[in-house]
Nanobody, 124 residues
Framework: QVQLVESGGGTVQAGGSLRLSCAAS????????MAWFRQAPGKERECVAG????????YYADSVKGRFTISRDNPKTTVYLEANNLKPEDTAVYYC?????????????????WGQGTQVTVSS
């Protein structure tokens, strides 16, 4: 079955950096778009970054543009999220997502599989 295993979350001070990883198995990785969503307490889950199957197109939410970078390594079946200059409002559970969509700006309804989530906490 499909498994998405996230790692790299934690607690950092404002201005710090984290690198999230999501290792995928049980699927033909290079036939799926990948994305990172996040959900803060009391808020809806939102897509913060997405990347198409070959990595030719990337999407970033306005709130993270210029600070976050999504990338993928198809031979290693892993997607990454480099998060720099973190702010307290970035605090959330971050989820890896897989989609058969051709787009990089994924919506909740586009997601075929979810990871279990990893907590990111940014202190001020």
């Amino acid at each position: 079955q499909v498994q998405l295993v996230e790692s790299g979350g934690g607690t950092v001070q404002a201005g710090g950096s984290l690198r999230l990883s999501c290792a995928a198995s049980g699927l033909t990785f290079n036939t799926y778009a990948m994305a990172w969503f996040r959900q803060a307490p009391g808020k809806e889950r939102e897509c913060v970054a997405g990347i198409t199957r070959t990595g030719s197109s990337k999407y970033y939410a306005d709130s993270v543009k210029g600070r976050f970078t999504i990338s993928r390594d198809n031979p290693k079946t892993t997607v990454y999220l480099e998060a720099n200059n973190l702010k307290p409002e970035d605090t959330a559970v971050y989820y890896c997502a897989v989609s058969q969509s051709m787009r990089s700006n994924l919506r909740l309804g586009d997601v075929n599989y979810w990871g279990q989530g990893t907590q990111v906490t940014v202190s001020s």
